[in-house]
T-cell receptor, first 112, second 110 residues
């Protein structure tokens, strides 16, 4: 069964304290892995798509990496405005519907 | 472009009442999706559409119906609301491989 597990469930950092969020997945075949940011009361906001092991993508203080079993979202020198829930989703091969399987997210709080 | 919009933003229903949630997108996307988000669970797909006039069931379709009469609109209906349908509902549309989400509708069924 296709599955996505994110850890930790919650993470509290001091401003400037770098860390990583983990997304482990089991899928019959990976078509793509997606990272989203979700602020309270809002819809998920697209961050990155990764397609193959070894691929990396960066945006400001965020860097996403991908292996055959997991993805990491590295946050370098975070600021309070980086506080949000970060969602990981995988798209398995098969079908033409672009179905996504989501993890439950990591709630990140960055304190000044 | 407004992107993906959803109406209403919040609604309270009594058990057995019906309602329709509207999703609209102005990006000319073919694929559209309805998800629900519950505490401790990932986003789960309810129904989706691969184009105007088409709909298909997702992971949790029971108790919901959908229609896609126009390309830009995707409607989600609850014929007889139940407390188990209390949730936050998100609509998304797809461009190439990426889904873009609306702001959500918070539904409380009493």
């Amino acid at each position: 069964e296709d599955q996505v597990t994110q850890s930790p469930e919650a993470l509290r950092l001091q401003e400037g304290e770098s860390s990583s969020l983990n997304c482990s997945y089991t899928v019959s075949g990976l078509r793509g892995l997606f990272w989203y940011r979700q602020d309270p009361g809002k819809g998920p906001e697209f961050l990155f798509t990764l397609y193959s092991a070894g691929e990396e993508k960066e945006k400001e203080r965020l860097k996403a990496t991908l292996t055959k079993k997991e993805s990491f979202l590295h946050i370098t020198a975070p600021k309070p405005e980086d506080s949000a829930t970060y969602l990981c989703a995988v798209q398995p091969y098969g079908g033409a519907t672009n179905k996504l399987i989501f993890g439950t997210g990591t709630l990140l709080a960055v304190q000044p | 472009n407004a992107g993906v919009t959803q109406t209403p933003k919040f609604r309270v229903l009594k058990t057995g009442q019906s309602m329709t949630l509207l999703c609209a997108q102005d990006m000319n996307h073919e694929y559209m999706y309805w998800y629900r988000q519950d505490p401790g669970m990932g986003l789960r797909l309810i129904h989706y559409s691969v184009g105007e006039g088409t709909t298909a069931k997702g992971e949790v379709p029971d108790g919901y119906n959908v229609s896609r009469l126009k390309k830009q609109n995707f409607l989600l209906g609850l014929e007889s609301a139940a407390p188990s349908q209390t949730s936050v509902y998100f609509c998304a549309s797809r461009s190439q491989e990426t889904q873009y989400f609306g702001p959500g509708t918070r539904l409380l069924v009493l």
